[in-house]
């Protein structure tokens, strides 16, 4: 991807408060620099059309033949994107939940009934630790149906945190990793000076 693109996409981001700077206590305990909510970028029609086009991009790349293919959104945040895909790309789309629910019908993967030969690309917004993301390789694979990739947006795990998926045969994509986005808003002079300190002092300890 050319610079310009990255720092107008992390440019944007930053404008509309899908990244915020500061000091802020994650799901996991830790504390960190920035946080980051790509739900908003479905608010925006323009920022939201040129995102999923990353998504496309990944697609394209990894599926030359589409047959059998589905989408699959991991609720709640994915399922937007993965919605604007299927449409994009003439796919069926599933939405598969993060943890079971205990009503209803109890269904982990909601939509189509999946056969043995689907393969299913799960799409969600960003990667943590990737723990969020377990439930829904296994639901998918208990109905006979296969998981291979999973697209995200921004991979924002630790480089410590980068472990091999391979053992479960899945594979990570991201449009982004954290430190390009944070890269490109040290590039860009719409980064205020407070949080462009607060970025530099701590994306070494964050890394």
Not at 141 to 147: C, E, I, S, W, Y
């Amino acid at each position: 991807m050319k610079e310009p693109d990255l720092v107008s996409f992390a440019e944007h981001l930053y404008k509309i408060g899908a990244i915020k700077v500061g000091n802020f206590k994650l799901k996991s305990g830790d504390v960190s620099p920035f946080y980051i909510d790509l739900r908003l970028i479905p608010s925006y029609p323009d920022l939201f059309k040129s995102t999923v086009k990353y998504y496309q991009a990944m697609f394209n790349k990894l599926y030359k033949s589409k047959t059998n293919v589905v989408i699959g959104g991991i609720m709640s945040a994915g399922v937007p994107f993965a919605t604007a895909l299927c449409l994009e790309e003439e796919l069926p789309l599933i939405q598969i939940r993060s943890s079971k629910k205990d009503h209803g019908t109890k269904k982990m993967v909601e939509g189509k009934d999946l056969k043995p030969e689907d393969i299913v690309v799960l799409v969600d917004d960003l990667i943590s630790t990737g723990a969020s993301k377990l439930e829904p390789i296994e639901a998918v694979r208990n109905t006979g149906a296969d998981v291979k990739d999973i697209l995200v947006l921004i991979d924002r795990r630790k480089k410590k945190e980068m472990h091999d998926w391979n053992e479960m045969g899945i594979k990570i994509h991201s449009a982004f990793s954290i430190f390009e986005i944070l890269d490109g808003l040290l590039i860009s002079p719409q980064l205020g000076k407070e949080d462009r300190k607060t970025i530099e002092d701590s994306i070494s300890q964050w890394a």
